[in-house]
């Protein structure tokens, strides 16, 4: 049994990464029923060291499969209530780290079983009156998929707003091209309605959920009516601002600073530019591509692949590029 851990504890159980290729390939998480407790079954092939520790606000137990790869396909969790557990999050934590998060209602006791070809992480008690869940796709669901670029240590919730054009997208438009990162991200998740709301009242709700400054432009004005369901929040955020025509900057301390794409445009034109080149690692650079160009300041800003080193070569102005 595990007790629970407060938020900075949870932190300091950070995994670091390991160096050398990972032996272990998790194929599929799954929820199941067992008797009188909920059971997450992750599916993993080879060698691994799992590591597990707990974070409040939300409660959630945190597995970390270390020496591991990601290789089953990005999946959603379908939202149904399974004996406490309200999601499940997954993602390639670090170049050798496999990351499994389980959202829970409230904390509760568990286990964590590593045994052959996969890891049961036990929870309960709980009913066993639910459906299993898994994000194994049938052989013609399957669709080709970029794995997330995991060339560096995963950071917080992190604000990146694409500038390739000026003119505004809709809010549902912007979270049906940004899909694939929705169901990899692991940043809270927000759902919230808005009727004819001033950007004002929205921007505030977005610092009061996530915690971060978020500082509004002088002039800027309009009202937002939409609705949006659990949706990571730096995502939900980034489509609110395109919704506007408007475009988010972080400042030196994490502030966040919304602005006018055409004055934050007006602003990049006179920074210099700056090129690194980033190893990509599970995944081929060139279909990263187009989703890296679609963040980088236009028309300053560029990406292209290296074939020789699996890289992205990136050329951004100076004051974005660690974004």
Do not use: C
């Not at 300091?12 to 407790?37: C, E, F, I, N, Q």
């Not at 597990?52 to 969790?77: C, K, N, W």
């Not at 709980?126 to 459906?131: D, I, P, S, V």
């Not at 950071?155 to 500038?163: N, S």
């Amino acid at each position: 049994m595990m007790p629970i851990a407060t938020l900075a504890a949870g932190f300091l159980a950070a995994v670091a990464p390991t160096t050398g290729a990972p032996d272990g390939a998790v194929k599929a998480v799954s929820v199941t029923p067992t008797a009188g407790r909920v059971e997450v079954v992750i599916d993993l092939q080879g060698a691994a060291e799992v590591r597990d520790f707990t974070l409040s606000g939300p409660d959630r137990v945190v597995i970390d499969l270390v020496g591991a790869r990601l290789e089953t396909p990005p999946a959603q969790y379908d939202g149904a209530a399974r004996g406490g557990v309200r999601n499940v999050r997954y993602g390639q934590y670090a170049p050798t780290v496999v990351r499994v998060v389980i959202d829970l209602d409230a904390m509760v006791d568990y286990d964590v079983v590593h045994e052959d070809n996969r890891v049961r992480v036990a929870l309960g008690p709980a009913g066993a009156g639910f459906a299993a869940w898994t994000s194994r796709r049938a052989p013609a669901e399957r669709t080709a998929t970029a794995p997330p670029v995991t060339g560096g240590v995963a950071r917080a919730a992190r604000v990146e707003t694409p500038r390739q054009s000026l003119r505004p997208v809709s809010i549902d438009e912007y979270l049906a091209t940004h899909e694939t990162e929705r169901a990899q991200s692991q940043a809270p998740r927000i759902t919230v309605t808005w009727d004819k709301a001033s950007i004002e009242e929205v921007v505030a709700g977005f610092a009061a959920f996530s915690g971060r400054t978020i500082v509004l432009g002088k002039g800027i004005t309009g009202t937002i009516t939409a609705e949006i369901r659990n949706q990571p929040w730096d995502l939900a955020f980034n489509a609110v601002l395109e919704s506007q025509g408007l475009a988010a900057q972080v400042l030196p301390g994490g502030i966040i600073n919304v602005q006018d794409k055409k004055v934050l445009a007006a602003s990049d034109s006179t920074v210099p530019l700056e090129t690194r080149l980033v190893r990509i690692n599970y995944a081929n650079a060139g279909q990263l591509v187009p989703a890296v160009s679609s963040i980088v300041t236009k028309p300053r800003g560029a990406v292209v692949a290296d074939s020789t080193s699996n890289s992205l070569v990136i050329t951004e102005v100076a004051t974005r590029i660690d974004q």
